[in-house]
């Protein structure tokens, strides 16, 4: 008892020595009251959350949502404790009371951010098909945007003890600093409100855009830029005004049609266009794709050329060996596999020109994969390469090195032969 009196005279004759044991027994109890809560309670709710059936409990766990919250506690119990302090100065406890209010402001802001990065996650686990073709990911940031601005205004407003409505009517004279500083994100968000509601871009959609060097599949989706993965491997950013003030070409509509088109022309050399001969006409008639071809146009030739119009011999109608491949080459399509039956399939002409004449296939693959259909593509036009012969004609291309040097064979030779 003598001890304790002893004792309770020195810090009587020491208010600073007592003030500074308050000091080291309040900071004690915010780390105990810390220690607690993340060896105890955060624990038990790890538990409780993984043995729960639900999935979005998950999420915010995940997300660290409640040991953010729990970073607050020690603040919140030097807040409540620092007005028991013994001879504290008023100014040094207002300092403290506000920098640990301000400090529990920050907490719970990171907090919320953190449960609407959680709530991306709920969304996106419930329904991935929507969340892809939906995405809220643009919404979030905004939200995010609008949540720490918020945060500083209440810190500001803790810190130099004022109404936070005072400080946001002063925000009124930087209106136009404002809109300076945030004119992309308000950019930003008007485009990422258009391209969701009318569906322009979603993740995984192939699009085009080669102002900005992209051609790839869309990977991400988020406020300020959308992330393209080009065939390279290569990541091009872009930002998503641009999406709306420019244009691209997002190759959606093909994939989920199911056919790829093949437009390619194959030139033909118009010298060896001419008539067929009965002999060829004879020949032809064994490729099974040609005779309803060959035996329609025998009947539709021999009614012509019956009439009084067809009899004089200037008036006859023959077949050309080029109309006969454009017929063989559309049977050819129709009969083929990889072709998609229920889009348009044309083999037609094209305007001659001085690189001959070019006869273009128009069509669709039956898949949207592009190494089946570049498969599909070359084999055709290998087939219809390797049978021109067949009908006596010749794909037409620019002289090269092996042309011209067997000319100069050629001529060098006629004098020989002729001596």
Known sequence: MELLNALYEQLAARPWLLSLLAVVALLLLAWLADQLTRRLLLRLLVRLVQASPVKWDDAILGRGVIKRLSRAVPAVVVYLGAPLLPDLPE????????????YVVVTVAQAASA????????????????ARNRPIKGYLQVAKIVLFVLAAVLVMAVLVERSPLLLLSGFGAMTAVLMLVFKDTILSLVASVQIQSN????????IEMPKYGADGDVIDVALHTVKVQNWDRTITTIPTHALIADSFRNWRGMSESGGRRIKRALPIDQGTVRYLTNEEREGLSRFVLLQPYLEKKAAELAAWNATQEGRAPV????????GTFRAYARAYLQAHPGIHQGMTLLVRQLPPGPAGLPIEVYCFTATTAWAEY???????????????PEFGLRAYQQPSGADVAGLWEGLQARPASRA
């Open 199 to 206: 569906d322009m871009v979603r993740v995984g959609d192939w």
């Open 374 to 388: 570049e498969d599909i593509q070359s084999d055709i036009f290998d087939h219809l390469l390797a049978i021109l």
């Open 115 to 130: 449960l609407l990065s959680s709530l991306q996650d709920i969304y996106e686990g419930r329904d991935p098909v929507r």
């Open 315 to 322: 008036n006859l109608r023959r077949l050309t060996n080029l």
């Open 91 to 102: 100014g040094l406890l207002t300092v403290v009371r506000n920098v640990a209010a301000a």
